[in-house]
């Protein structure tokens, strides 16, 4: 997919692709695949790639160390991807569309039938800080 | 060229592509096309685009209101580009290759034969704050 899209990875970047599911062992339905470009103290890309239907749980990026938590800009570049934002409902993003999604915000998105690969633009990635609505979910 | 690289703008985008030629009128050697997806007091996030020998002239992001200043993320899309980071010397990144830049560091960089692409993934952008070398550029 990500070839398709134009996006080129170095080989060390293709074998580490993490794969997410979330714990919930239904990764057709739930989880993502993702690039990790850059993750410093202040700044993190990745590529979210969503095979179709697949989707990314609700969760919330809570404030750690004093900061006010994970801010994140979401930008469709393949594909569509349906997402819910708290305090803003649903949209769809198609390629060109983007969302910025403030801290601490519960959001999740889920792509169409077509798939989707989602640029993510934000602050330091902390996985672990991660707070999911459904309670089974280990990050 | 962003099209041809597989990256789809919104109509809105297309009207506002920054086109920066440093003062210097000389845009055909010095000087850079830019979308900015976003800038918001935390995260940017841009795709700068270089025509065939088109470079950005040296410069450095200093310390602002009392924050170390711009660290930058820069990856290589499409395309090449040489690379100058001031105590690392020379590089050159094709498209995976990417490269950050500590804040306050002095570098340039100018595109091959073929133009470049290069996605910018970085703290806030506040261009007014950039030292340039040249002292007859006004960003």
Redesign the interface.
């Known amino acids: 997919m990500l070839a398709e ?6 080989p060390a ?1 293709r074998e580490a692709i993490e794969v997410a599911d979330f714990g919930l062992a239904r990764l057709d339905e739930i989880g993502l695949e993702i690039v990790t ?2 993750n ?1 103290e ?4 990745k590529e979210l790639v969503l095979f179709p239907g697949q989707m990314c749980p609700e969760h919330r990026h809570p404030p750690v160390d004093g900061g006010p938590g994970k ?1 994140e ?1 979401f ?1 469709c ?2 594909g569509s991807v349906q997402l819910y934002v708290d305090g803003h409902g649903e949209l769809v993003l198609r ?4 969302c ?1 999604i403030p801290p601490d915000t519960l959001h999740w998105f889920r792509a169409g039938d077509e798939g989707a690969i989602v ?1 993510e ?3 330091q990635s902390r996985d672990e800080a991660d707070v999911f609505t459904d309670p089974r979910i280990v990050r």
């Not at 202040?42 to 890309?45: D, G, K, L, N, Q």
């Not at 390629?95 to 983007?98: A, F, K």
């Open positions: 899209a134009g996006i080129v990875l170095t970047e470009y850059v410093t202040r700044v993190c890309a801010e800009t930008r570049r393949s390629p060109g569309d983007q910025t640029s633009f934000s602050t």
